[in-house]
Nanobody
Framework: VQLQESGPGLVKPSQTLSLSCTFS??????????FSWTRQPPGKGRDWMGV???????DYSPALKSGTSIARDTTNNQVTPTLISVTHADNAVYYC??????????????????WGQGTQVTVSS
């Protein structure tokens, strides 16, 4: 499995932020997997955002604002989080990680079987 995050790079306050994690494994939908998203604001520790499973079920950090969601696109092998009404507090490097067991709250690379390089998001007008 290889993971590659992507996003707009720059988004304005109050806009909706959509990111993607593209993974390269054939027939991913037939496997048991969990994709988590974490983010690390500048100068701060990494925060766990949420997870989506192979069945489409999700769990989110209670610290996230309501309206944040994670979806999956098995046709295009993508996992896509969406954050609405972003603020400067959403400035961060966003990472996706894959595991074959459900992990809630894990923020370290070593907790996952696979880990992407991250994508920088800057919220600025």
């Amino acid at each position: 499995v290889q993971l590659q995050e992507s996003g707009p790079g720059l988004v304005k306050p109050s806009q909706t932020l959509s990111l993607s994690c593209t993974f390269s494994v054939a027939s991913m939908a037939t496997l048991f997997y969990y994709f988590s998203w974490t983010r690390q604001p500048p100068g701060k520790g990494r925060d766990w955002m949420g997870v989506i499973s192979y069945s489409g079920s999700t769990d989110y950090s209670p610290a996230l604002k309501s309206g944040t969601s994670i979806a999956r696109d098995t046709t295009n092998n993508q996992v896509t989080p969406t954050l609405i009404s972003v603020t400067h507090a959403d400035n961060a490097v966003y990472y996706c990680g894959e595991s074959t067991t459900l992990i809630l709250g894990a923020t370290t690379k070593g907790s996952y079987d696979y880990w992407g390089q991250g994508t920088q998001v800057t919220v600025s007008s």
